[in-house]
């Protein structure tokens, strides 16, 4: 026999129960919370529409991402349209995008090793002058790579443009470019 | 079924489930709707979590309330005041029996599920994903990627680290800021609306 918890779970204690984290016994205690507490029954109810809406907005291709390769080897598994490009160290490329492509892909070889902190600047010939730059980017040292998506919807409607991205290695004695990469976009269709 | 004490003995759906097993089978109708009302909800909460599954989850929801609706008819149930243990019970032992795929999907709506009383149920709410897009765009990169790795898979944080290089703290930590971000925004978002 077990019973139900005596106190409202938190909100983090919720979202960790969504995801499938903490142990056995705390997830039964919430499942047997939740089926008298209608309160925190609607709580649950936000956590998984907000995984919903993450889950909605990313594979519409409305959230530009740092990912990494397993997880596009699982998009790809689970049947989604995925266009990768491979970019060598310092190197540059020619790309574009299909209209049924539902995300962009692309894989930035970079010597990873020993990198604590890592900054991504971008640089659109569309926006002459202007920089993006992204801090603390997540990154797999051991891939040797930096996987990201842009806002593939938005891609599908730019015209021909060149996208520069550097790779900026951040620790306490400063900060060193690791790496260049530059991404030639030829239009689907002239706009 | 193992006994669970999940509720009073005197709350609303105990007394709900009372009215309906000392009534004539089926004769006790708008008690069976706000007793599905009350429950089918939570049971269709469970099956969200437990099988990841809307479709499945609506259909365990079908299924056990039926079933539940159908002892307290028949009087099967010796105690009918501890409904919401048996509901639980009977949510546990078919997501197990699903999950061990010893019952079918198909095989859940098989009973009863036609002669359900017909309640108006809350519905989660559906958020607009081009705003979500948006709030996610205004969070750091980091936890951006933690989001969408934990919530498009609807992953654990040991998995999400695994793949970041992070731990499971450290992935905890970082979603946990994320996700009250996010929340915060799109609530902002909402009520701006």
């Not at chain 1, 209608?38 to 529409?49: I, K």
């Not at chain 1, 959230?63 to 596009?72: E, Y």
């Not at chain 2, 009087?75 to 009918?80: K, S, Y």
């Not at chain 2, 979500?132 to 992953?155: G, I, K, M």
Request: with cysteine.
């Amino acid at each position: 026999m077990s019973t139900a918890m005596p106190t409202h779970p938190s909100w983090d204690a919720l979202v960790d129960y969504w995801l499938g984290d903490g142990d056995a016994a705390a997830s039964d205690a919430i499942d047997a919370h939740l089926m008298q507490c209608d309160a925190c029954g609607a709580l649950v109810d936000e956590v998984s529409a907000l995984s919903r809406g993450v889950r909605d907005a990313f594979a519409r291709g409305q959230v530009p991402a740092m990912l990494t390769p397993a997880f596009v080897d699982r998009l790809k598994a689970t049947g989604r349209r995925v266009r990768e490009y491979r970019v060598s160290h310092n190197g540059s490329i020619v790309c574009s995008v299909a209209p049924d492509d539902e995300l962009l892909v692309s894989h930035l070889s970079a010597p990873l090793q020993g990198v604590t902190r890592l900054d991504a600047v971008l640089a659109l010939s569309l926006a002459p002058g202007r920089e993006q730059r992204l801090h603390d980017i997540p990154f797999d040292a051991q891939a040797g790579e930096v996987v990201f998506t842009p806002r593939t919807a938005e891609v599908h409607h730019l015209p021909t443009h060149d996208l520069r991205v550097r790779l900026i290695a951040v620790d306490a004695g400063g900060e060193r470019e690791i790496g260049h990469y530059t991404f030639h976009h030829q239009a689907a269709r002239p706009a | 079924m193992d006994a669970i004490d999940v509720a009073a003995p005197d709350s609303a759906e105990a007394q709900l489930a009372q009215r309906i097993a000392h009534a004539p089978a089926g004769a006790a109708r708008d008690a069976e709707a706000q007793l599905y009302r009350l429950l089918a909800p939570r049971v269709r909460r469970y099956g969200q979590r437990h099988l990841r599954d809307d479709h499945t989850a609506d259909d365990l929801m079908q299924h056990v309330m039926a079933l539940a609706i159908e002892k307290l008819r028949s009087g099967a149930l010796d105690e009918p005041r501890r409904i919401v243990s048996f509901v639980f019970g009977a949510c546990r032992m078919t997501v197990l029996d699903l999950l061990r795929g010893q019952r079918r999907r198909d095989e859940l709506l098989r009973r009863h599920a036609d002669d359900l009383p017909l309640a108006d149920l809350h519905v989660a709410p559906r958020l607009d994903h081009e705003r979500v897009a948006r709030c996610l765009e205004r969070l750091p990169e980091r936890e951006r990627a933690v989001l969408v790795l934990s919530f498009y898979e609807e992953q654990p944080a040991e998995a999400v680290g695994h793949s970041l290089g992070l731990s499971a703290g450290n992935v905890r930590v970082i979603r946990h800021r994320g996700i009250d971000r996010l929340r915060r925004c799109v609530d902002g978002g909402r009520r701006a609306a």
